[in-house]
């Protein structure tokens, strides 16, 4: 049962280039998030999808978009990197809407932008 | 406003000693707390939360509403216990904009 799965793992981006964070759940969860993860800050969620076809913004939510493209997968999409978005992202899924039952969550992808 | 604080930002201790890792909330409904824990560069995973009222690698956590808290107790403390510990409250009475809020964690290093 692989739970949830994040690719890539790593990333280095220059600066202005796009790429997209794939995740995806095999628990058959209504709920996933995007968060990033920063050293004294915590996690700070991006953008959340309480259900298939339903996206909303998070409290950090600029310079991203996702993309709920089924019920199973949740992509997360930089247009333009900038340094500022170097983190740690983690992907994260819950059976109940907002994780009242718990968050599983991803691997996570180390993105460093230069 | 509803706010998740662990006010330690790191703790240490000896294998072996008992280990308290802090936890305060700010929230006017009924709160559903958690902690999670997260093992170096691994994924987060969740420990425990109150309204189960289990022990999960001997960590217990009580929910006191007269103080706002749920800290997170261990007797003796082992090297493995080594991580990083948040923890969150979920917000059960926003309608649609139910979620966790997180702590920004505690890091507890296990000294042999």
């Known amino acids: 049962n692989a739970g949830v799965t994040q690719t890539p793992k790593f990333q280095v981006l220059k600066t202005g280039q796009s790429m997209t964070l794939q995740c995806a759940q095999d628990m058959n969860h209504n709920s996933m998030y995007w968060y990033r993860q920063d050293p004294g800050m915590g996690l700070r969620l991006i953008y959340y999808s309480a259900s298939e076809g339903t996206t909303d913004k998070g409290e950090v939510p600029n310079g991203y978009n996702v993309s709920r493209l089924n019920k199973r997968e949740f992509s997360l999409r930089l247009e333009s990197a900038a340094p500022s978005q170097t983190s740690v992202y983690f992907c994260a899924s819950s059976e109940a809407p907002g994780g009242a039952d718990g968050y599983t969550f991803g691997s996570g992808t180390r993105l460093t932008v230069v | 406003a509803q706010r998740v604080t662990q006010p330690e930002k790191l703790l240490s201790v000896f294998k072996g000693a008992p280990v308290e890792l802090k936890c305060n909330y700010s929230?006017?409904?009924?709160?559903?707390l958690f902690w999670y824990v997260q093992y170096s560069r691994q994924r987060l995973q969740l420990l425990l939360r109150?309204?189960?009222?289990?022990s999960i690698k001997g960590f217990t956590a009580d929910l006191n509403k007269g103080e706002t808290s749920f800290h997170l107790k261990k007797p003796f403390a082992q090297e493995e216990d080594s991580a990083m510990y948040y923890c969150a409250l979920f917000r059960a009475n926003a309608g649609n904009n139910r979620k966790l809020i997180w702590g920004l964690g505690t890091s507890l290093a296990v000294n042999p």
């Open positions: 929230y006017s409904g009924s709160p559903e």
């Open positions: 109150h309204i189960s009222r289990e």
